[in-house]
């Protein structure tokens, strides 16, 4: 499955639209890792445990986008967009959702 954010794949014209396919999940930070950034962004540096959180949303919410485009029968999605927002109480959750337009090449 190609996926991208361009609304083409270069030299590969789109045969047939399949439709939108989105992608979601929510991840919840635990204390210690916000203890952990905490002292970080007190002291400076960049915060690894959340950038591992964040890279594991992503790539949960793109693999769920794929599924989705693999069962309409497409072969690609192209203008794939990903948005991070925070959520719930004291915005403890990060909900990472994309989508993008499931294509046959």
């Known amino acids: ?4 954010t361009t609304p083409t794949i270069e030299n590969r014209p789109i045969r047939e639209y399949k439709g939108v396919v989105t992608g979601e999940t929510i991840i919840g930070a635990n204390a210690i890792k916000d203890f952990m950034a905490g002292i970080r ?4 540096g960049r915060s690894g ?3 591992k959180v964040l890279a594991k949303a992503k790539d949960t ?5 794929e599924e989705r485009a693999t069962q309409l029968g497409a072969n690609a999605v192209v203008g794939i967009d990903i948005d991070y927002e925070t959520i719930g109480s004291n ?6 959702a994309c989508s993008g337009t499931a294509v046959v090449l």
């Open 49 to 51: 445990s959340y950038e």
């Open 1 to 4: 499955m190609l996926l991208s």
């Open 91 to 96: 915005n403890s959750m990060l909900m990472v």
């Open 41 to 44: 962004d007190f002291f400076g």
């Open 61 to 65: 919410a793109m693999q769920e986008m």
